[in-house]
């Protein structure tokens, strides 16, 4: 199975994520994470670091990445491994192939008219807000 990750990052602040704007296929024009492709080798987390630098000039001394859950879609032989974190201060983002952007938690993610991943970026942001909400139970 091929082996490719999404990072979830989340500003200082914790009230903006941050986006990429598809320019190529799969999800071409639609809104998603950042992420991309595990090379042979890397461990999880080295992939995913790798990968935010790439097409984001974020380094890993700028955020601190959780695994939230990897799921196999297996007619495309595809592991996908989701993870994220909030960055400890503002950054220069650095575009690679996808305009970046900051938007707002409010957002709709649901809708497939505009964001990729058929629900799941709705999905996986619930879930990390449980995850906060139980840790600040604590």
Known sequence: MKRVNIIIVFDPTET????????????????????GKQIDGETDKEGAYRELFEETGIKRSDIN????????????QIELQVFFGTLKHEVELIEEAHPLLWMNLEKNFADESKFAGEGNIK???????AIHERSRQD
């Not at 296929?25 to 950042?34: A, S």
């Not at 990445?65 to 495309?76: F, N, S, V």
């Not at 999905?123 to 807000?129: Q, S, T």
């Open 123 to 129: 999905h996986m942001l619930l879930l990390i807000k």
């Open 16 to 35: 903006n994520i941050l986006m990429c704007h598809r320019q190529k296929e799969p999800y071409k024009g639609l809104y998603n994470f950042v992420g």
């Open 65 to 76: 990445l959780e695994y939230l859950y990897k799921t196999q879609y297996y007619i495309d």
